[in-house]
């Protein structure tokens, strides 16, 4: 048996690539993995670890779902901004009721793809993977919808910018505009 680190508690970061649900007897916990470290245990759960984080940041997790809501309109497994000024936004596999359900970070996100078993294999930024028990289909729709939030976000970080300092330049919001139309059209294949 692999003997990992542990934690008391835990507040996400910007390492933190992926919060998975982690069971030991009858105790959930959360097993975390961190850019170029090795995993370790948390005696908090991932949606524990996920509303706290959120706390940290100045904000509670309904008040992210709701801000996601407002600047996307995604109703159903909202990803959440953790902290809007380190660039820290997460999407979730499953419902944030579900017990499996794992919190994967879009900045880590680095590919993805098929895997068997109706998994998708996830490659992280720093090259480690991990199979995740969700279909290919749907971790790519909480993918896009993540990304769909970054640029929402980034969109209107750069307005508040453009307003308060004369020196910013739009050719950053041009750039954002261009990811949303992209994604856009992505979108509209889809359906």
Same mark, same amino acid.
């Given at each position: 048996?692999?003997?990992?680190?542990?934690?008391?508690?835990?507040?996400?970061?910007?390492?933190?690539?992926?919060?998975? $649900?982690?069971? /030991?007897?009858?105790?959930?916990?959360?097993?975390?993995? /961190?850019?170029?470290?090795? $995993?370790?245990?948390? /005696?908090?759960?991932?949606?524990?670890?996920?509303?706290?984080?959120?706390?940290? =940041?100045?904000?509670?997790?309904?008040?992210?779902?709701?801000?996601?809501?407002?600047?996307?309109?995604?109703?159903?497994?909202p990803p959440i901004v953790i902290d809007p000024v380190t660039g820290v936004? =997460?999407y979730s596999t499953h419902s944030d009721t579900n017990p499996h359900n794992?919190?994967?970070?879009?900045?880590?996100?680095?590919?993805?793809?098929?895997? /068997?078993?109706?998994?998708?294999?996830?490659?992280?930024?720093?090259?480690?993977?991990?199979?995740? $028990?969700?279909?290919?289909?749907s971790f790519i729709q909480q993918y896009y919808k993540a990304s769909h939030?970054?640029?929402?976000?980034? =969109?209107?970080?750069?307005?508040?910018?453009?307003?308060?300092? $004369?020196?910013?330049?739009?050719?950053?919001?041009?750039?954002?505009?261009?990811?949303?139309?992209?994604?856009?059209?992505?979108?509209?294949?889809?359906?």
């Amino acid at each position: 048996m692999e003997v990992m680190n542990r934690v008391d508690s835990y507040i996400v970061n910007t390492h933190t690539m992926l919060l998975e $649900p982690w069971t /030991e007897g009858m105790e959930k916990k959360t097993k975390v993995y /961190e850019k170029g470290a090795q $995993p370790f245990i948390t /005696e908090k759960q991932p949606q524990e670890i996920i509303q706290s984080s959120c706390l940290y =940041f100045l904000s509670s997790y309904e008040g992210r779902k709701l801000s996601t809501k407002s600047l996307t309109n995604i109703r159903h497994k909202p990803p959440i901004v953790i902290d809007p000024v380190t660039g820290v936004y =997460f999407y979730s596999t499953h419902s944030d009721t579900n017990p499996h359900n794992h919190w994967v970070s879009l900045k880590h996100t680095h590919n993805h793809h098929v895997h /068997e078993g109706n998994q998708t294999r996830v490659l992280f930024m720093d090259g480690s993977e991990i199979n995740l $028990p969700v279909s290919y289909q749907s971790f790519i729709q909480q993918y896009y919808k993540a990304s769909h939030l970054f640029c929402r976000a980034q =969109f209107n970080l750069d307005e508040i910018r453009e307003k308060t300092e $004369p020196e910013y330049t739009v050719e950053r919001q041009a750039n954002r505009l261009m990811i949303m139309e992209y994604l856009n059209r992505v979108e509209r294949k889809r359906m």
